[in-house]
């Protein structure tokens, strides 16, 4: 049974307001608590470690929904998943994790994501994470994904993180072979005493390879935040880093966008900007009505959008 | 309705206190159109800024409907129904063109909002948009006329609204700040257009931080087309050579 408390935290993580559409798995305090598989996309548990195979048949379209909900402090959960979206199948992944720290202890939780798009295939994956709890117990989570996007496969990773969560530490990892596409959309709001970091590594083998890593952030009080995609083209491939982020209060931020061509056919751009909100932005929002904190709000919210 | 009585507005910068506005003496009544017009520089944004609380005077007050103003912040001036266009509308990464409008309706439905297609932008076109580098110069220019139209305060200033506005959407923009001016509203354009000037109620000149002259067009026009036409302005005072043969 789910509590009232679990549901909040799937809807804040998933969207999820009854049962989910389509396949899924939940996962509550290191167990899996419900399963559902579908023809032609199956969800088993792994024999040899905590965790699931999530297994898309060629051609197959659909939704999936592997949450993970931790409720109790002194808890540290650690689980591996393997996603395999078969030729030519169109997916949509809904992963992310919230997180309920009641006590003082720690509440973490540590993913592993192992996803091979294969031949043609189109995912669109979404983790978000979201922490609350009235203990002082930290709440951590440090997800590592490792992405294979095979021959004209097409991969979007939306990683949302707004407030909450106290240490992250996301680890991305992929590879994209000829005439792949991958698109990384981060969106990361960092508060208080929070610390955020996210090293993402894109290698670009193939002709015709491309990627996009479009990274926004927020950071306030006296959080810190340090990104550092680096994208690296072997052959003709094509790539983009863009990180901006707006920075407040005493927060630090550091942005170190990296790109490395191996041949002289790649093409790859990047970006980066800190700066704290425009003061003309301000007026503009003020002029219409707006309290300052109010303006602010809606330049972030607009801004995390 | 709104009065700026002895108006100062001086900037510290690295060089010293530098004045902007001197001596800004207005009273803008109910009902009324006003034109601001002068020179690149000569102090009509600061004028309206002045009126908006984005810059505050160092001297004199401003009253609206005889209530004194002159420290309220921006926000409460909005509040009583103080609104301002401005002359470079700000960009903004992530918001659409529709979230925009909907802070300066605050109650209201988006639906029945006329603003966009007054101005000529094709709501289905325009309110997902957002708001950043992607749009164009004119586009921008004419959002911002909108999110006023929208905004419908009582004390209006549109700052060179006309800027970048294609000839088309010229006439239509004209029309349109006319249509929508009401009894109850102060209208206020800063422009350097003489159709506009020649809407007007009366015509306000600024030059060199002060108001030079003021009254309707028909007597304020022929001396801004002389002052305008006088070639001292354009030339530059080069080392002991000055170029002094203005009639003024
Ligand atoms: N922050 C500043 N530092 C120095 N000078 C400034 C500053 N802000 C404004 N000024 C000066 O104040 C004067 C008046 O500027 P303002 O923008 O009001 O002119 P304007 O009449 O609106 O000109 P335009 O027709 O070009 O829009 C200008 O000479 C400008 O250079
Ligand atoms: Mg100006």
């Known amino acids: ?305 | 309705m709104l009065n700026l009585i002895h108006v100062g507005l001086e900037l510290d910068t690295e060089e010293g206190k530098i004045r902007i506005l001197e001596d800004i003496n207005l009273e803008l009544g109910k009902g009324k159109m006003y034109a601001v017009t002068g020179p690149n520089g000569s102090g009509k944004s600061s004028v309206a800024r002045v009126i908006m609380g984005i810059a505050l005077p160092t001297s004199g007050n401003i009253l609206f409907n005889d209530k004194d103003i002159t420290d309220l912040g921006i926000t409460e001036r909005a509040k009583l129904g103080i609104g301002y266009a401005f002359q470079h509308p700000p960009r903004f990464k992530g918001m659409r063109v529709v979230d925009m409008l909907e802070i300066a309706m605050r109650t209201g439905e988006m639906a029945d909002c006329q603003c966009l297609r007054n101005i000529g932008l094709c709501p289905d076109d325009y309110l997902e948009r957002a708001l950043d580098a992607s749009l164009s110069g004119g586009e921008i220019k004419r959002i911002e006329i909108a999110t006023l139209l929208a905004q419908n305060p009582k004390v209006r200033i549109f700052d060179e609204p006309e800027a970048g506005i294609d000839l088309w959407s010229f006439e239509q923009l004209i029309d349109v700040v006319g249509s929508t001016h009401r009894e109850d509203n102060v209208t206020v354009v800063i422009s350097h257009q003489e159709k506009i000037l020649n809407m007007v109620d009366e015509i306000i000149l600024v030059e060199n931080g002060m108001i030079s002259m003021k009254g309707d067009q028909e007597t304020i026009w022929p001396q801004i087309k002389e002052s305008a036409e006088c070639e001292c302005r354009n030339s530059c005072t080069r080392e002991g050579e000055i170029y002094a043969d203005c009639p003024r």
């Not at chain 1, 023809?39 to 929904?65: N, Y």
């Not at chain 1, 992929?174 to 290698?203: C, F, K, P, W």
């Open chain 1, 1 to 305: 049974m789910l509590t009232a408390l679990d549901k909040k935290l799937l809807q804040e993580t998933a969207g999820l307001e009854e049962d989910p559409p389509g396949a899924y798995n939940i996962r509550k305090d290191g167990e899996g608590i419900q399963r559902h598989s579908l023809p032609g996309i199956e969800i088993v548990p792994k024999k040899d470690k905590p965790g699931i195979d999530i297994i898309v048949e060629k051609d197959r379209t659909g939704t999936v929904h592997i949450p993970v909900i931790l409720t109790q402090s002194d808890l540290s959960d650690l689980v591996y998943n393997t996603i395999e979206i078969g030729p030519g199948a169109d997916i949509e992944l809904v992963a992310g994790c919230g997180i309920h720290n009641p006590g003082h202890g720690e509440a973490r939780h540590d993913g592993v994501h192992e996803i091979f798009v294969r031949e043609g295939a189109r995912l669109r994956y979404t983790e978000k994470h979201y922490g609350e709890g009235e203990g002082k117990g930290k709440r951590i989570l440090n997800p590592k994904t490792v992405l294979v996007v095979e021959p004209g496969g097409y991969a979007e990773m939306e990683l949302v993180q707004i407030r909450g969560v106290d240490d992250t530490v996301r680890e991305t990892e992929a590879r994209i072979e000829a005439g792949g596409h991958l698109v990384i959309y981060e969106r990361m709001l960092t508060h208080g005493e929070q610390t955020a970091r996210s090293d993402v590594v894109v290698n670009l083998l193939g002709e015709g390879s491309a990627a996009r890593i479009v990274s926004r952030s927020v950071g306030q009080g006296n959080s810190r935040q340090v990104f550092q995609p680096r994208l690296v083209a072997y052959g003709p491939g094509r790539g983009h880093v863009e990180c901006d982020s707006i920075i407040m209060d005493k927060a630090v931020i550091r942005s170190i966008p990296e790109i490395w061509a191996e041949s002289a056919e790649a093409e790859l751009v990047h970006e980066a900007a800190i700066g704290k909100i425009a003061g003309e932005q301000m007026m503009k929002l003020m002029a219409l009505g707006l309290t300052e904190g109010e303006a602010e709000e809606a330049i972030i919210k607009g801004f995390l959008k």
